[in-house]
């Protein structure tokens, strides 16, 4: 199993384009020697999930509230952008921020409508990550400047695409629109009073909706 993380590492040397993260997962996986992946995404992962499935690298995919809705996408662009400010001064105080319910609820807010569950660790680690990831801002500059393309007619692979009615960021249903008209063949499952992040809101259901895709 491959896990990449997309946003990690140093600033990137070259400007990134529409193309530089689905082609550093066709490395990793060509440097693995794996031709074709069952493949699942949240968010932008999930639109490097559809651009591998255009490009023949995926056996299947499950997209968890994907990426490349034109007008949802730099409204969340620009919040991310605005948050981006307020993480680099609280991940000093990210141990303090998730001592308590409300910081908890307050750091998990986009991403999740469930929270209790979430070990603390992994919220404040979560924080962290966000506020020092180096390329943060080069990601939101390259949506804002590219957008979401994709060759959706070349995609031939089982998609699953799933979506959850309180999601923030990228809201049900019009954030999903674009890939439900440009992949009609695709499974969409929809799951009700779940946010963002499935896989963090309600992680057995979105374990099993991958697992019984694959």
Do not use: K
């Not at 082609?23 to 493949?39: Q, Y």
């Not at 499935?53 to 499950?62: E, I, L, T």
């Not at 997209?63 to 400010?85: F, K, N, Y």
């Amino acid at each position: 199993m491959l896990a990449p993380t997309l946003a990690t590492g140093g600033p990137p040397a070259e400007p990134l384009t529409e193309t530089t993260l689905v082609e550093a997962v066709e490395r990793l996986l060509d440097e693995s020697g794996i031709e074709t992946v069952d493949v699942a995404g949240n968010s932008l992962g999930g639109y490097v999930a559809l651009q591998l499935a255009a490009r023949g690298r995926a056996r299947s995919v499950v997209a968890l509230a994907p990426a490349g809705d034109e007008v949802a996408g730099r409204e969340a662009l620009a919040h991310l952008r605005s948050m981006r400010r307020v993480l680099e001064r609280s991940a000093a105080l990210a141990d303090t921020v998730v001592a308590t319910r409300g910081g908890r609820r307050a750091a998990t807010r986009d991403l999740t409508v469930r929270f209790e569950h979430i070990p603390a660790e992994l919220i404040a680690h979560q924080l962290v990550g966000a506020a020092r990831c180096p390329t943060a801002l080069p990601l939101i500059e390259r949506g804002e400047r590219d957008g979401w393309p994709l060759d959706a007619a070349r995609v031939a692979c089982p998609v699953r695409i799933v979506w959850g009615t309180g999601d923030r960021l990228l809201p049900w249903p019009r954030s999903a629109e674009r890939w439900r008209r440009e992949l009609p063949q695709a499974d969409v499952v929809v799951l009700d009073g779940v946010g963002h992040c499935p896989q963090l809101d309600v992680p057995l259901e979105a374990a099993e909706l991958i697992l019984g895709w694959s």
